[in-house]
């Protein structure tokens, strides 16, 4: 890109929200970017329309170098994130992080008849994890964690306690 000014990681940093605030809005929920500068590790915050108005921080991440196992994604946070997300909130954080292709023309393709992103995001919830003293903590998130429109309703039923 001659005249681009985002960075490779700035350019994932916007396609993660994209990826977010798509499925948020197929999936009939309002997504909010976070609060500038980011101090508490809040990128987004995702509304649903229920009697309680239910809502949920999401801490975005992405990768075109996944470390898939076994036991699922293998990922590296920052100690000071790490430490974000292991506390309890009274609005429940979340991290997403969204798997991108390590092809970066894949990452986003448009044409007339469609847009696709390739690969998807997978989420965890860390609140009760052991916080840590160094610069860094590899995390699993489970692949069963996928995050689609279909999975919003019964987490965020999940993180206000109920049984989705």
């Excluded at 590790?41 to 229920?50: E, K, L, P, V, Y």
């Excluded at 801490?59 to 170098?65: D, E, P, R």
């Excluded at 590296?76 to 979340?94: F, V």
């Excluded at 894949?106 to 003293?133: F, I, N, Y």
């Amino acid at each position: 890109m001659i005249d681009g000014i985002l960075t490779d990681n700035d350019r994932k940093a916007e396609l993660s929200f994209a990826y977010l605030a798509a499925l948020a809005a197929k999936a009939g929920y309002t997504c909010q970017r976070g609060p500038q500068p980011d101090m508490d590790s809040i990128d987004a915050t995702i509304r649903s329309g229920d009697s309680m108005r239910t809502q949920f921080d999401v801490q975005l991440k992405a990768t075109s170098a996944p470390d898939g196992k076994e036991d699922g994604l293998h990922f590296r946070l920052s100690g000071k994130n790490y430490n974000d997300l292991t506390t309890t909130r009274m609005t429940p954080l979340i991290l997403l992080v969204l798997e991108l292709p390590s092809n970066e023309a894949e990452w986003l393709e448009c044409s007339v008849e469609h847009m696709t992103m390739r690969r998807c995001g997978w989420w965890a919830s860390l609140p009760g994890s052991e916080p840590t003293d160094a610069a860094s903590r590899m995390i699993v998130v489970p692949t069963v964690q996928r995050f689609g429109p279909d999975g919003i309703a019964p987490l965020t039923a999940r993180l206000r306690g109920q049984k989705p």
